[in-house]
């Protein structure tokens, strides 16, 4: 390592933090007035190749890390804290300060620094929690309705036959809407925890295409569409999971079926593709299309997040439970697929699924 003369201490360092550079994480020594004596590759990433040798407030821009050095220098055995480091990209670090040599010694100290990155893990826990609010929330709406019914039929609707049907109506949507989350819930815990296993079975896409169209097409009816079917005349065989990629396909063209315009057609078209997107495989792509209001471009990364919905009461109002296109977005996964989606407001929107080839 090329180190510039060291202006505070020149004894010798209790450890050469070269031996730590296979570890992903920073970890370098300053002495008591903050210069960087040493780090590791990692460390040096971190504070820039021209960190040696100066002080640590000039390089890093946390109070905190400064004063936990100050504090374990000053005898406060092993530190450690969260810090949070808005440069070069903003990430949160578990920080751990270690005197060395050990309190024991005398004579000069240094001070050890580690910066383990949790960014990840932090996000991964905020993403649960928040999770775990979605679902209660969502299945709170539809327990007050059945509970407030269950109330109205016991006392003013006791001898009102008529308004008892129509309760009974209501109670049963309601209870399904539960089901149905529930059921998404856990179809969606199930893909996620297969997703690094690869389906490796010769899929005929042609076979499950003209399932769901037919599963579809009474529901399209319903609000005056048609869905078209393009085949190629011998679509190739993707790898995949046949249940899985019905469930792909029936979410997206009942998504085109509930949100695209009324009395408007919907094409579902397949075509071999060179390669899979970010892949070097060559595959097929099925492209949903349909015409309607469509979906504003900064919505459209928020899309496949769970529970996400454009039109919160239209969605409902379909029966929507907004975990379609998170489940998709996992199967996708699963499969090495890749899934684009593109939609000119007011016009068209089409979702297209490149799946890898099982014949190459
Ligand atoms: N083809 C489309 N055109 C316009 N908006 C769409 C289309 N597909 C999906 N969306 C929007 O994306 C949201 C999320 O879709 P997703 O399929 O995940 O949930 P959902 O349809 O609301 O409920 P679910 O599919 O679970 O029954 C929808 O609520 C809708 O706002
Ligand atoms: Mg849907």
């Not at 220098?73 to 990430?91: D, H, I, M, S």
């Not at 094409?267 to 495989?281: I, K, L």
């Not at 492209?287 to 919505?299: C, F, L, S, W, Y």
Request: negative net charge; contains cysteine.
């Amino acid at each position: 390592m090329n180190k510039r003369p060291l202006p505070s201490q020149d004894a010798k360092l209790p450890l050469d933090a070269s031996m730590l550079d296979g570890l992903p994480d920073p970890v370098f020594l300053v002495d008591r007035k903050h210069v960087i004596v040493d780090y590791n590759r990692a460390a040096k990433q971190l504070l820039g190749a021209g960190a040696l040798g100066s002080r640590l407030d000039e390089t890093l821009d946390s109070a905190h890390i400064i004063d936990a050095i100050d504090a374990t220098l000053g005898g406060t055995p092993g530190t450690r804290r969260e810090v949070f480091l808005p440069y070069p990209v903003g990430r949160h670090y578990e920080l751990t300060v270690w005197r060395l040599p050990d309190l024991k010694s005398p004579g000069p100290a240094w001070a050890m620094v580690v910066l383990q990155d949790v960014t990840a893990a932090k996000k991964a826990a905020r993403t649960r929690a928040d999770f775990v609010a979605n679902v209660s929330h969502e299945l709170r709406s539809p327990l007050s309705s059945l509970l407030g019914f269950i109330e109205t039929l016991r006392g003013p609707a006791r001898d009102d036959p008529e308004a008892t049907e129509r309760f009974l109506e209501i109670m049963d949507t309601e209870a399904r809407r539960m089901t149905r989350l529930i059921n998404d819930l856990l179809t969606l815990s199930k893909v996620e925890t297969e997703e690094h296993i690869r389906p490796e079975n010769s899929v005929d896409l042609g076979l499950v295409l003209n399932q769901v169209v037919d599963i579809l097409s009474v529901r399209a009816k319903e609000r005056g569409m048609e869905i078209n079917l393009e085949l190629p005349d011998e679509p190739p065989p993707v790898l995949g999971d046949a249940d899985e990629l019905t469930q792909v396909f029936q979410n997206l063209v009942a998504n085109a079926i509930s949100y695209g315009r009324a009395r408007t057609p919907i094409r579902v078209a397949a075509a071999p593709c060179d390669r899979v997107p970010g892949t070097m495989q060559p595959g097929v792509s099925v492209a949903v299309i349909n015409q309607g209001e469509g979906i504003p471009a900064d919505e459209i990364p928020r899309l496949t997040e769970r529970f996400y919905r454009v039109d919160k009461g239209r969605s409902r109002s379909m029966g929507g439970t907004g975990l379609g296109l998170a489940i998709v977005k996992h199967i996708i996964a699963r499969h090495r697929a890749h899934l684009e989606i593109k939609s000119t407001p007011g016009r068209e929107t089409s979702l297209t699924v490149c799946l890898p080839r099982a014949d190459t």
